[in-house]
Every structure is written in C-alpha cells, then in structure tokens.
C-alpha cells in the first residue's frame, strides 16, 4: 500500500479523477457557448437595477437607474428599461439611456453592438429598432445614424439619417473575408 492513499484511492486514481473533473468542468465552462444559440425568449432574465415597479396585471415591470439586463446570449445597459411578459417569457423590451447599449453574442456570425438614446427589442419577433445618434456595429462593419432598425432573423438593415446630418447615413462595409481572394479579371 502507498503511504500516499487518500480517502482510499491511489494516486493513479486521484490522476484519473481529476482527469474527469478537469474535463467535465471543461464541458460546463463551454456549455453556455453552445446553450447561446437556442432562443433567447425562452432564457431567464437578469436584471440590477436601483428601483424596481412591477405591474402582476399587464405583466409590465420598470427598472430604473444604471440597469443592466442580461437574457441569455444579450444584453442592454440603460438608465430605464421596460420589459413586457407574458406567461413568463419576455415578449418585449424598451430601453432608454445615455446612451443605452445593446450586445448580442452570436455563435458562428458576428456579435452585434450598439448604442442609442433609445432602444426597442421585440424578443418574440426578433426586431430591434434604435433610435437618436445611433451607432450600430457588426463585425467590421458600422452604421451611424438617426435611426436604426435590425431584422435578426431575416439579418437585414435599415437606416435613416436626421437633420444634422442633411439626412444622411454614414456606414463602413467591410468586404467579405471570403470573398476577397484575388479576382481572374482583369
């Protein structure tokens, strides 16, 4: 017997456990990773805040100052933010800040950010609209303007300049990485 033996097992077999302790925290730590591609709306929320309303009747709750909120793979820092549910599940957020920012991790595309003066999140349809000196980024790509609206399942844009900008949207496009191999063309 080794004068090593501890709770009854060898070092051979501590070796062995801590092995399968060491990979099976390896597959929690990465678990949220993959958990983040199942839908958000069926997350549940977290939310700091200094105050808290909540209305059980409409199932309206308003959080107030230096609120985060956190739902699954997004999340939105505001000074205000409103979240709507039904039966437990969030249908829809309103945030409003200086600014307000919103971050979603995406698995296998690009993460998106943004900030805004206001933001609109519709978790059942997956719209996102912005609005006031909007900055939005995906990637390498960036859109700025007045307002900001972002279509997550169909992945398409809109966007509107304000007056101060004559109207206009300033936006950088990153070229595809795919694509940018050499061209035959001349």
């Known amino acids: 017997m080794h004068k090593n033996k501890e709770k009854g097992f060898s070092p051979w077999m501590r070796g062995i456990y801590s092995l399968f302790f060491l990979f099976s925290f390896s597959f929690f730590i990465s678990y949220?990773?993959?958990?983040?591609?199942?839908?958000?709306?069926?997350?549940?929320?977290?939310?700091?805040?200094?105050?808290?309303?909540?209305?059980?009747?409409?199932?309206?709750?308003?959080?107030?100052?230096?609120?985060?909120?956190?739902?699954?793979?997004?999340?939105?820092?505001?000074?205000?933010?409103?979240?709507?549910?039904?039966?437990?599940?969030?249908?829809?957020?309103?945030?409003?800040?200086?600014?307000?920012?919103?971050?979603?991790?995406?698995?296998?595309?690009?993460?998106?950010?943004?900030?805004?003066?206001?933001?609109?999140?519709?978790?059942?349809?997956?719209?996102?609209?912005?609005?006031?000196?909007?900055?939005?980024?995906?990637?390498?790509d960036v859109f700025h303007g007045r307002i900001v609206h972002y279509d997550m399942n169909e992945k398409r844009l809109r966007a509107k300049g304000d007056a101060a900008s004559n109207g206009r949207v300033f936006a950088v496009i990153m070229p595809d990485k795919q694509s940018s191999q050499p061209s035959s063309v001349p």
């Open 32 to 140: 949220p990773s993959a958990y983040a591609a199942e839908d958000n709306k069926d997350q549940p929320v977290y939310i700091d805040a200094r105050s808290i309303e909540h209305n059980e009747k409409t199932g309206v709750t308003i959080y107030r100052g230096n609120v985060s909120l956190k739902q699954g793979n997004i999340q939105i820092k505001a000074d205000r933010i409103m979240v709507r549910t039904r039966n437990d599940k969030t249908e829809f957020i309103e945030a409003h800040g200086n600014p307000v920012t919103f971050y979603e991790r995406r698995d296998n595309e690009e993460d998106i950010h943004a900030t805004a003066s206001r933001a609109e999140y519709d978790a059942i349809r997956k719209l996102l609209d912005l609005y006031g000196d909007v900055s939005f980024h995906q990637g390498g």
